[in-house]
């Protein structure tokens, strides 16, 4: 029976990391993979959208990966996104990931076109079948794909040995645990994770093994800390970190730039971390975001002094 542990806690979506020509940083995306590490946080995420995956080419995402298991050290559960537009490049990425020792792979469906269910489940188990040996996670993010995870295609999915869970990024809870229901049954183990940031809280409740967010390197003590109180039953204090969690993350949408670029400049300012900008077609700050940024900064701070 395969161990689920591994993936039970808080996995920061890790962010690109670029050097001062929009490249791959090898050396920028080693610092910030020991920076988590020093934060205690579960595992990363690598190559998903906060990666800007979408953006990036089958060379980079290989490279930013391999730095990234160089750095973690074995410290870090790895699960690596591996989706691109075409099976043939995701399938050459599984392999990739598998070579490196992740421990999972992780996919989107196929976007732009609509395909049937039975094409998506084609696509993700030919992407599963180029890393045998490995882990699959079943990415559910319809607000951004553009299809759902249905019952139906999960239950196809899970005719796959290698299917140990899904990451879930639609905004109703309930499929939370109609996903853990489903994946449990006969005593398979099975993992969710909740992607939605704002609603981590109402996601452990509902069963989620753990959360996967955009946003939680921007804070990961405090993302660690609401874990750590729904954990141990403290619902009220998590609730009120929760909120003060969810104004931070309404501060980091308000600049003009892209949240990742907010996200980037408040590591900048708090942690010394540089990370770079982001990839064009998203947005770079502009110089009144700068004001934002020094009170999201101020923001986090003050509930690390409160809860921590």
Known sequence: MKDITRYQGVIPAFYACYDDNGQISPERVEEYTRFLVRKGVKGVYVGGSSGECIYQSVADRKLLLEHVVAAAEGKLTIIAHVACNNTADSAELARHAESLGVDAIASIPPIYFRLPEHAIAKYWNDISAAAPNTDFIIYNIPQLAGVALTMPLLREMLKNPNVIGVKNSSMPVQDIQMFKYEGTLGGRPFVVFNGP??????????????????????????????????????????RALQYDINNIIYALCSCKGNMYAAIKAVLKKREGLDLGGVRAPLTNLVPEDAAIIDKIAAMIDEAVGKYL
């Open 197 to 238: 940031d704002e609603q981590l809280i109402s996601g452990l409740m509902m069963g989620a093994d753990g959360g996967i967010g955009g946003t939680y390197s921007s804070c990961p003590e405090l993302y660690l800390k609401l874990y750590e109180l729904v954990k141990s039953g403290d619902y009220e204090t998590a």
